[in-house]
Nanobody
């Protein structure tokens, strides 16, 4: 079992930055691939970024590539999402998710159903 808690959301003006954090507890965090998703009202959950268990590989959706950066600290059991150049369309609830590295391939990391554990989400609102 892995428990995930996101933090760092809030209200920011367009062009600003936020850093989201996800704290993990439970089983060995370093054996899990991690992902960030978001969901805006009335829309499907959207994959944003993923990072391998070691941190050696990262993947991004085209919509955030060059603006968002995913990272992890296995010593601190955390994964972060640095978000720069925020736009009003980035407004959503942001979620981190975990899937065991032995249960997922790279191709699967973009799919919400591939993940076993989810945080409760943190709201990000970008004003124009």
């Amino acid at each position: 079992q892995v428990q995930l808690v996101e933090s760092g959301g809030g209200l920011v003006q367009a062009g600003g930055s936020l850093r989201l954090s996800c704290a993990a507890s439970g089983r060995a965090f370093r054996t899990y691939n991690m992902g960030w998703f978001r969901q805006a009202p009335g829309k499907a959950r959207e994959w944003l970024a993923a990072i391998s268990w070691s941190g050696g590989s990262t993947y991004y959706a085209d919509s955030v590539k060059g603006r968002f950066t995913i990272s992890r600290d296995n010593a601190k059991n955390t994964v972060s999402l640095q978000m720069n150049s925020l736009k009003p369309e980035d407004t959503a609830v942001y979620y981190c998710a975990a899937v065991h590295s032995l249960s997922s391939s790279v191709a699967q990391l973009v799919r919400p159903l591939a993940y076993d554990y989810w945080g409760q989400g943190t709201q990000v609102t970008v004003s124009s």
